[in-house]
T-cell receptor
Framework: NAGVTQTPKFRVLKTGQSMTLLCAQDMNHEYMYWYRQDPGMGLRLIHYSVGEGTTAKGEVPDGYNVSRLKKQNFLLGLESAAPSQTSVYFC??????????????FGPGTRLTVT | AQSVAQPEDQVNVAEGNPLTVKCTYSVSGNPYLFWYVQYPNRGLQFLLKYITGDNLVKGSYGFEAEFNKSQTSFHLKKPSALVSDSALYFCAVRANTDKLIFGTGTRLQVFP
C-alpha cells in the first residue's frame, strides 16, 4: 500500500514551458486535492476533485488545469509556466467518511522551479 | 468565511519541557479542527482532529490538543518535548464538506 505518490519529485522549467504533475493514490479515495506551499503562506488549494470525472477550483487556480479521468489519478497541468509558479506542490486524498470529516493523506511533494 | 490563524511563526522549547503551539479559528457553525505535522522534505502527516465530544483530543506521537469554544482556540500541546518533534506544524479548519483551510504554519524547534 503506497498511499499517495507524486511524479516527478523535482523539476526545473523555463518560463513558457508546460508540464504535468501526476498524483496517484491506492486507497480508493473519492476526494483528491492539489496544493502549493510557499514560505509564510502555508498551503493553498489550487484545484480539487470530489470524484472521478469531476474537478473544482480552489483558492489559487489561475495558470493551472487538472483532470481526474481515473479515480486513482489526479493530474495537475501548467500550460505556460511562470516564475510565480515556483513552489512545492502537494497532492492529497481522502475518503468519504461515515461521520465528520476524514483526514487528508498527503504525497511527498514535487519541488518545481521556473526560471 | 472560515479561517484559521497561527500567531507564532516559530516556537522554541528545550527538550523535556512542555510545548504549546497556538491556533485560533473562525467558523460559522460547529468547527472541525485538525493538526498536521510536516518533517523536512516530506508531505504533511495527520496528527489529530476535533469533531465533537471531549475538549481534550489525543493524537499521534504523544501530542494532544485542547479545544476551547469560548476562546475559539485549538492549541497543540505535548507534556515533554523531544528533539525529534522539531518540524513544521499546521492547524486546519474545515471550510465545507469538501475542503480544509490551513494556517500558515508554526516551526517548532526543540533544543537538546
Amino acid at each position: 500500500n503506497a498511499g499517495v505518490t507524486q511524479t516527478p519529485k523535482f523539476r526545473v522549467l523555463k518560463t513558457g514551458q508546460s508540464m504535468t504533475l501526476l498524483c496517484a493514490q491506492d486507497m480508493n479515495h473519492e476526494y483528491m486535492y492539489w496544493y502549493r506551499q510557499d514560505p509564510g503562506m502555508g498551503l493553498r488549494l489550487i484545484h480539487y476533485s470530489v470524484g472521478e470525472g469531476t474537478t473544482a477550483k480552489g483558492e489559487v487556480p489561475d495558470g493551472y488545469n487538472v483532470s481526474r479521468l481515473k479515480k486513482q489519478n489526479f493530474l495537475l497541468g501548467l500550460e505556460s509556466a511562470a516564475p510565480s509558479q515556483t513552489s512545492v506542490y502537494f497532492c492529497a486524498s481522502r475518503g468519504l467518511g461515515l461521520a465528520g470529516f476524514y483526514e487528508q493523506y498527503f504525497g511527498p511533494g514535487t519541488r518545481l522551479t521556473v526560471t | 468565511a472560515q479561517s484559521v490563524a497561527q500567531p507564532e511563526d516559530q516556537v522554541n522549547v528545550a527538550e523535556g519541557n512542555p510545548l504549546t503551539v497556538k491556533c485560533t479559528y473562525s467558523v460559522s457553525g460547529n468547527p472541525y479542527l485538525f493538526w498536521y505535522v510536516q518533517y523536512p522534505n516530506r508531505g504533511l502527516q495527520f496528527l489529530l482532529k476535533y469533531i465533537t465530544g471531549d475538549n481534550l483530543v489525543k493524537g499521534s506521537y504523544g501530542f494532544e490538543a485542547e479545544f476551547n469554544k469560548s476562546q475559539t482556540s485549538f492549541h497543540l500541546k505535548k507534556p515533554s518535548a523531544l528533539v525529534s518533534d522539531s518540524a513544521l506544524y499546521f492547524c486546519a479548519v474545515r471550510a465545507n464538506t469538501d475542503k480544509l483551510i490551513f494556517g500558515t504554519g508554526t516551526r517548532l524547534q526543540v533544543f537538546p
